[in-house]
């Protein structure tokens, strides 16, 4: 399975700032996710990162809020726009690796807003 | 869309015991897999098992996918299988995982 690992590990942010995450895989893979686990809930997808195309949002999440890049192969950024306290959340990524549609995970960014 | 509930919401368990967790969804699914989310966020990889039976050491899942539900079974539960435990699935044609609302698991010493 792919090794994935997201910078940074954690962070604490003021309200109406940004912060960008970074997701790196040790292996070319067609396809990352990006998931929001709010605290004490279950995760929720963002959005699908492909690269050389735009991001695919699930509703109730927009571009403009979560701005994502997918440079290359190998690596995703997400960015949470405009924090409110609200946003304070583990961010997950994740890409299929191995079997054909088995995801794995990367360790996770725990953010708080102030 | 598709639901998927997790029995029971909170276990708690002392060292040595065996425990059952269910997994239900609503709608036919080609993808499930178990998940344990350690302490500090970690979501570790436990099955990929969208139907049949598998075992790895203590723990075994078994998923019946014509009835819309998988299990997952715990033997000689240590402390350190405490934690979150997540179901996820997806249907046909789609990577779209959707989660479970997970039990979450705490093993006494």
């Known amino acids: 399975s792919a090794v994935i690992s997201q910078k940074p590990s954690r962070d604490i942010c003021q309200r109406g700032t940004s912060l960008t995450i970074q997701c790196q895989v040790d292996s070319q893979v067609t396809m990352m996710f990006w998931y929001r686990q709010q605290p004490g809930q279950s995760l929720t997808l963002i959005a699908t990162?492909?690269?050389?195309?735009?991001?695919?949002?699930e509703s109730g999440f927009v571009i403009d809020k979560f701005p994502i890049s997918r440079p290359n192969l190998t690596f995703s950024t997400l960015t949470v726009s405009n924090m409110s306290p609200e946003d304070s959340s583990i961010y997950l990524c994740s890409v299929e690796s191995g079997r054909k549609y088995e995801q794995y995970f990367g360790p996770g960014t725990r953010l708080t807003v102030t | 869309g598709i639901q998927v509930e997790q029995s029971p919401p909170d276990l708690i368990l002392q060292e040595g015991a065996n425990s059952t967790l269910r997994c239900n969804f609503s709608?036919?699914?080609?993808?499930l897999q178990w998940f344990h989310q350690n302490p500090w966020g970690q979501l570790i990889n436990l099955f990929y098992i969208p139907s049949g039976t598998k075992q790895n050491g203590r723990l075994s899942a078994t998923t019946v996918a014509t009835e819309r539900y998988s299990l997952l079974y715990i033997s000689s539960s240590q402390t350190t299988d405490s934690g979150v435990y997540f179901c996820a699935v997806s249907t046909s044609g789609t990577y779209k995982y959707i989660f479970g609302t997970g039990t979450r698991l705490k093993v006494l010493a």
């Open positions: 990162a492909n690269q050389g195309s735009e991001a695919t949002y």
């Open positions: 709608d036919s699914v080609n993808n």
